[in-house]
């Protein structure tokens, strides 16, 4: 092949996948998937089991340069080398909590940061990562949601969180879960997430239990039935958090388009394996969502669902005028769920001090410039009213 065939090849491929490196020509293969390295190969004149070699080795063995593989001859490993990387995004920062928890930071283009989140336990270790650059659901309790969408991530990106966390571990996690619940709603990103999915429990790759991802999302109903759809589906879980549309529409304005009812239907119809559940988060904001009634209508609401809820109490913070509820009617509330043989489970904060807990994600970073500068607009008065604050 003449150089001048080779670098139309290859821009034909960064054009299609949107994945040249910055500062150089060369296009990053993280998140490939088989097909396009055989197409990658074959341009290259070499068989197509070589597709599968490149696979494994970026996915299974995690190997990071062309001189780790070993397996390929030097001639095509030197070819490779002028045309491809294998690059995660770099960590600008990691940022460590008091409780293990740690956050990361990771330059995703010059100017656009996202965030992932390692998250240690007893019986396993958690990677919360991101799909999107900001976010455009608004949610009301939601820091992220503050600040400006950017753009999807590429299937690469989500999937070199991942890989990337693994690596700053030092060692293969025990029991790992992922949980796709960083910056942006998923189901926004659903060709890239869905693709990253893949690439995460392939058997040949990564070889991850889809019983061991979680989806979050705030309920994009048709991508849910989309998902319903899927070969593999990861675990679902639903950031509920009201039980009347008034006070839903206002902390996750996506229900003005779906609402409630809506929504619960297309959980109702989701298909689920023996012994998996849906899960139901519920985030906790006082005299907003956490009465009595409210647990009861909760209750009512999921009646006959496949379930369990976890309870997550308001992450306190400056930009949202929001409080978290005091012990005894977190309590109450659970109480509430667990007379009527509800599994719910008490999410306590995790990373709170380093801005790593659930709803905080928005790089901030006083070192280096917060992505929160300039400030958001204050949320309006006339949405604290109407939730009754
Ligand atoms: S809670 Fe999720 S969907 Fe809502 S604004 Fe935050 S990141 Fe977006």
Redesign the pocket.
Known sequence: MTPKLERAIVNCFKVRHGKQVVGTDKTNLVGASLEELTSVVQDLSEPSYRARQIYAGIYCRRLRSWEQFTDLSKGLRKRLEDAYVIEYPPVAKTFESRDGTRRYLFEVSPGQKIESVFIPEEQRETFCISSQVG?????L?????KLPMRRNLSAGEIVAQVLSLEQCRGCAPKRLNIVI?????PLHNYENVMKAVRLMTDKEGMAISPRRITL???GVVPQIKRLAAEPVIPNLAI?LNATTDAVRDVL?P?NRKWDIATLLDACRRFPLERRQRITFEYVLIEEVNDTPEDARRLVALLEGLRKKINLIPLNADPWVPLRTPSEDRILAFQKILTDHSITVYIRRPRGQDVSAAC?M?AGRDQAQGDLLHPPPKPVEESALARLGL
Not at 135 to 139: L, T
Not at 141 to 145: A, D, I, L
Not at 181 to 185: D, Q, V
């Open positions: 976010c455009a659901v608004e949610c309790f939601c820091v992220t949601g619940m960083g910056m942006g709603e979050s999302t705030s950031a996750i996506i709803g994600l």
